[in-house]
């Protein structure tokens, strides 16, 4: 129970130092990228048709699809906030083992994905064109400390918002149920109640975001550090006389 709140405590000021930040909230719809991608990736696994994915400039969005069996919404409908959730755990792990261009290259590949393939809307194409501009242009141009403090500003929104979006779902669930999104979803072809869907991924993205903090106060490893913790070693022990 106390990792849990000093999780929430770190999000919370997390939250209020990134605000903080200019522009900052102009990122936060990356979270909504990653959610809405998992949603489309899903369906097309299930062999469902994705029409199309929009962006809006509050941060929310919605992914228009059809699927042949009534079923598959329910792997389709957990998709978006659990795949949110693992992607921001995944960036801190990259983080830990010094891949944040690694990273950077993930969050351009899936949006060049979702502008080319799935999102249709102005305001989704407009954001998708800024951000893969200027995380190509940080890959190609800007020094590493410069590109490091983009991908932890990345990393942070990313985190803040894959917990406060299930929460924020909690919310509305208990006030309507049938206005809570996924787990409104969820609870159409299941016997739980959208609020149990919601609090499923409050859960799930708690538990993710301690796993990323851990990462991120444990530091960054370079390649060559890890490396010398893998060699194992021979010596010898001198032999006394």
Not at 37 to 62: C, D, P, Q, R, W
């Amino acid at each position: 129970m106390g990792k849990l709140i000093k999780t929430v405590l770190f999000l919370l000021v997390s939250a209020f130092l990134t605000h903080l930040v200019p522009f900052s909230d102009y990122f936060r719809s990356l979270d909504t990228m990653i959610h809405e991608f998992g949603h489309a990736l899903v369906t097309l696994l299930l062999s469902g048709k994705v029409m199309y994915i929009e962006l809006y400039a509050n941060h929310s969005g919605v992914t228009y699809s059809q699927v042949s069996s009534r079923w598959s919404l329910i792997p389709i409908s957990l998709a978006g906030y659990v795949i949110a959730s693992l992607f921001a755990l995944l960036l801190f792990r990259l983080r830990a083992v010094d891949k944040e261009r690694l990273g950077l290259q993930l969050m351009t590949v899936v949006a060049v994905l979702s502008l080319v393939l799935f999102v249709r809307n102005q305001a989704g194409i407009i954001w998708l064109l800024g951000f893969i501009t200027l995380t190509i242009l940080m890959l190609a141009l800007a020094p590493r400390w410069l590109r490091d403090l983009y991908y932890l500003l990345l990393a942070f929104l990313t985190l803040e918002e894959s917990v406060f979006g299930p929460f924020s779902l909690m919310l509305y669930a208990w006030r309507d149920a049938s206005k809570a999104g996924d787990a409104t979803n969820l609870a159409l072809v299941t016997p739980i109640p959208a609020i149990g869907w919601a609090l499923l991924f409050t859960l799930i993205s708690l538990w993710c975001a301690a796993r990323a903090l851990q990462y991120f106060m444990q530091g960054r490893r370079s390649s060559r550090e890890r490396t010398q913790r893998a060699e194992p070693r021979f010596d010898r022990p001198e032999s006394g006389v």
